[in-house]
């Protein structure tokens, strides 16, 4: 099987400072990877990269197998969802924020059905009642699972989580752990919970933008 | 109805009005002696210069020297926007100056050639002093729109990425920017033109009155020229921000930093 997402010798700079350098590692489809290391690692900056936010110096990013390009990045932009620390729901209702990315022309004939949003809000644990709370309202852990809803209405198949696990309490986490539990789901996330990294398949340490180490957990 | 002239002493006792607002500032604790002075003389230079300049202009009435004019007119605009919304010239310069060429051109031309109908479209008295205005409230209006929509999109530069993710295009995941930034630069205008006549006595048609005009006749000029003012700020932000959407952002639709002037 060929990865899903590649770095190969990928360096990073931004504002004339190192950000990431010479870092290489791939992820298989359904496979889960956890980033760890201090703060200013550059753990966030490699999600970042995946995503098209970074311009890189030197290496390539592979995206199924395709070379990170001002073309390829609508692929993985439209494959992947990305859950930050603080989750950016763009909307004032939660029901507009669920519904937000189907105004735009890639999703608009991929509208849920009400039934489809009851059911992706019951997944995860949320109350039916959210819909209509008001985004700035609801926690921080809600919001973080708001955002995995709108993940998961995309069918995305690929996920960029920022410390996910961090907001949440005991069932939340539960409930967040049984999504990823699907082996279709392949997961590129930074974080420092124990119980999420026992989880993920690969668990990569990064020091100021080098890759330290990788761990591989259970079938290579 | 004659204007009655301000002969050189009169003009000396109204600069001698300046030294209360001086006084005050002084007072306050506020020194902009240095500031007050250069702001009258750099006025009362330009303005004179302006004066002999548009006497020549109006004697002439030739229509390569009127376009010259606005087209200097333009070139002063374009670099006094792009100065003022923090961004470079070296890039932005061509951008507005087509947006605001070409709402001038249009509103000015719709307004002496379909409206006005002086004998000559290109009559300066008209067109010169119009156009001007014109522009000179569309200046404003870009350097609003250019200023909001890009500190927006720096300071929510997390919200736009979330766009982008969650599958917009570039021209979709800056639409909320953009309305706000349109809408920041004609809301001025539109404050103005609900509370013209009872707020305050506009510019033009104090001139027009001052000048000899009817009153009435004045009203029709001043509703001509915010309608026109209107039209044209919001053609020219509309046009200026697209333009600017190519030039902004790099091929990963992230916003280039070397476009943004330092401060």
Redesign the interface.
């Known amino acids: 099987m060929s990865p899903i997402i590649r770095f190969d010798q990928v360096t990073v700079t931004a ?1 004339d400072k190192i950000i990431l350098s010479n870092i290489s590692f791939a992820l298989l489809p359904g496979q889960k990877a956890a980033l760890y290391g201090k703060s200013g690692a550059g753990k966030s900056s490699v999600l ?1 990269t995946l ?3 970074h ?1 890189i110096q030197s290496g390539t990013v592979y995206f199924q197998g395709e070379p990170l390009t ?1 073309l390829s ?1 609508r692929i993985i ?2 494959c ?3 859950i ?1 620390q ?3 729901l ?1 909307a004032e209702s939660v029901r507009e924020a669920l519904l ?2 189907f ?5 608009r004939h991929h509208r849920p059905t009400e039934a489809q949003l009851m059911a992706v809000l019951h997944r995860l644990q949320l109350p039916a009642a959210i819909l209509n709370s008001k985004s700035s309202r609801i926690s921080g852990g809600e919001k973080q699972r708001i955002a995995l809803a ?1 993940g998961l209405l ?1 069918d995305k198949k690929v996920y960029l989580l920022d410390e996910v696990t961090s907001a949440l309490d005991r069932e939340s986490k539960q409930a967040v752990f049984e999504v990823f539990s699907d082996p279709q789901l392949t997961v590129l996330s930074v974080s420092h919970d124990p119980e999420w990294m026992e989880r993920c398949d690969i668990v990569i340490e990064l020091e100021t933008g080098i890759l330290n180490k990788i761990e591989r957990h259970g079938n290579p | 109805m004659e204007t009655l002239d301000i002969a050189l002493p009169q003009m000396a006792i109204l600069y001698a009005l300046c030294l209360i607002p001086w006084l005050l500032l002084w007072l306050i604790g506020l020194r902009l002696s240095r500031d007050l002075v250069i702001g009258i003389v750099r006025m009362t230079i330009q303005l004179s210069l302006v004066g002999i300049y548009l006497k020549a202009l109006f004697n002439l009435n030739d229509p390569w020297l009127n376009g010259l004019w606005i087209l200097v007119m333009l070139i002063v605009a374009d670099l006094s926007i792009l100065r003022r919304a923090g961004v470079k010239a070296r890039y932005f310069a061509l951008a507005t100056f087509t947006a605001i060429g070409s709402s001038i051109l249009f509103s000015t031309g719709y307004l002496v050639a379909l409206v006005i109908q002086p004998a000559h479209f290109y009559e300066a008295r008209y067109v010169v002093p119009l156009a001007g205005m014109i522009l000179g409230n569309c200046l404003q209006g870009n350097v609003i729109a250019l200023e909001r929509f890009y500190s927006a999109l720096r300071k ?1 530069e ?2 736009y ?9 570039r021209r ?1 995941a800056v639409r909320p920017y953009f309305r706000d930034g349109v809408k920041a630069a004609i809301n001025p205008t539109l404050a103005s033109m609900a509370t013209m006549g009872v707020v305050s006595l506009p510019g033009m048609m104090t001139g027009q009155i001052l000048g000899g005009s009817e009153p009435w006749l004045a009203v029709k000029y001043q509703i001509a020229i915010m309608i026109c003012i209107f039209t044209s700020s919001t053609i020219a932000t509309i046009i200026n921000l697209k333009l600017s959407l190519n030039i902004a952002f ?5 916003l280039k ?1 070397e476009v943004f002037a330092r401060r």
């Open positions: 504002l970042r995503m098209g936010l311009a001002s990045v932009r439209n992947t969802a990305y930050g603080e989750p950016v763009g937000l990315p105004q735009f022309k890639a999703h709108r995309l | 929510n997390n919200e990425a979330t766009f982008l993710m969650l599958g917009a295009t979709e790099n091929e990963f639709d992230v930093d």
